[in-house]
């Protein structure tokens, strides 16, 4: 099947520092990517939709300022976490959809903030 | 909305022994039902789907059935080993528009040796 590549696998960061999250589609072009939070045991979250090349469209809650994304070309998309705080710890999770084959997920991120 | 219940949340059963998971939707316009398996810290993987012009579907040790009168879709293992173990998530997606499915909220599947 598809490869969607996400790095970081975990990461570590201080309160009040940014991390940057990336979404690759290795082996199709994602006309759209999607990006998750899963809390533990629960289900993902959608937190909010990026087509290439336009601004992301953000899920109620959800604050656009503080998840930065972007999708600047067709096989990569960032989610970038500014000013973290302990309460952003969480399992982040990307999806890239390409409109032939389907979607499909990234390994997941684990964000710890201390 | 779609809105997508998942029963159990948790199920444990014998090596060898079939597992059942079971999913109702919401709404009628929903066609692709898709099966995710998600071990720990891990993404979620696409382990088989259905949509809506089919009954069944299996792969191997799996399958899927689609009921679209009742609006609901099962996952069936069969002959479950130790490495089944993992939770998994259905989904359902509405007809049309961007590719936004929505998921129910876990099965956690243990299947003891």
């Known amino acids: 099947g598809a490869v969607v590549s996400q790095h970081p696998s975990r990461v570590i960061c201080k309160s009040g520092t940014s991390v940057k999250i990336e979404c690759r589609s290795l082996?199709?072009?994602?006309?759209?990517m999607f990006w998750y939070r899963q809390f533990p045991k629960q289900s993902l979250m959608l937190m909010a939709t990026?087509?290439?090349?336009?601004?992301?469209?953000?899920e109620q809650g959800v604050e656009k300022d503080k998840f930065l994304i972007n999708h600047a070309s067709l096989t990569l998309s960032t989610l970038t976490v500014t000013s973290a705080h302990p309460e952003d710890s969480s399992f982040y999770i990307c999806?890239?959809?390409?409109?032939?084959?389907?979607?499909?997920f990234g390994q997941g991120t684990r964000l710890t903030v201390v | 909305g779609e809105n997508v219940e998942q029963h159990p949340s948790t199920l444990s059963v014998q090596e060898g022994d079939s597992a059942v998971i079971k999913c109702t939707y919401s709404d009628s316009a929903s066609n692709y039902f898709p099966w995710y398996k998600q071990e720990l810290g891990k993404g979620p993987q696409l382990i088989i789907d259905i949509r809506s012009n089919v009954g069944e579907k299996k792969d191997q040790r799996i399958a899927v059935t689609l009921n679209k009168t009742a609006k609901h879709f099962s996952l069936h293992i069969t002959e479950t080993q130790p490495e089944d173990s993992a939770v998994y998530f259905c989904a359902a997606r509405l007809s049309g528009g961007s590719y936004i499915p929505t998921f129910g909220r876990g099965t956690s599947l243990i299947v003891h040796p």
């Open positions: 999806s890239a959809r390409d409109e032939r084959i389907g979607a499909f």
């Open positions: 990026s087509n290439e090349g336009s601004k992301a469209t953000y």
């Open positions: 082996d199709f072009q994602a006309t759209t």
